[in-house]
Nanobody, 119 residues
Framework: VQLQASGGGLVQAGGSLRLSCAASGSRFSINAMGWYRQAPGKQRELVATLSVGGSTYYADSVKGRFTISGDSAAKRVFLQMDSLQPEDAAVYYC??????????????WGQGTEVTVSS
């Protein structure tokens, strides 16, 4: 399974970005997808997750500002980020969990897309 993330960039504080992630693997069924981020000198942290049943989870730091959405059949997940703040700057990674013949359950990781927020 390969994941390709995109949509990062430079934005002013208070602005918005929409990240996208697409997973490949026609025989791999998605159970959940999510977004993590890692700022320089910090550990990777969970941002949001979306399960195939529609359940979502958000880190406290992004609640009310970020929205995760997606289509498990299309193996795509999105992260709408509004009211961005400098502390949101990081490399954002998508991941996926699932099942399929010959696959382990995951997580599988994308390559990351960088978000920079200017103050």
């Amino acid at each position: 399974v390969q994941l390709q993330a995109s949509g990062g960039g430079l934005v002013q504080a208070g602005g918005s970005l929409r990240l996208s992630c697409a997973a490949s693997g026609s025989r791999f069924s998605i159970n959940a997808m999510g977004w993590y981020r890692q700022a320089p000198g910090k550990q990777r942290e969970l941002v949001a997750t979306l399960s195939v049943g529609g359940s979502t989870y958000y880190a406290d730091s992004v609640k009310g500002r970020f929205t995760i959405s997606g289509d498990s059949a299309a193996k795509r997940v999105f992260l709408q980020m509004d009211s961005l703040q400098p502390e949101d700057a990081a490399v954002y990674y998508c991941n996926a969990w699932g099942t399929g013949p010959g696959f382990h359950s995951g997580p599988y990781w994308g390559q990351g897309t960088e978000v920079t927020v200017s103050s």
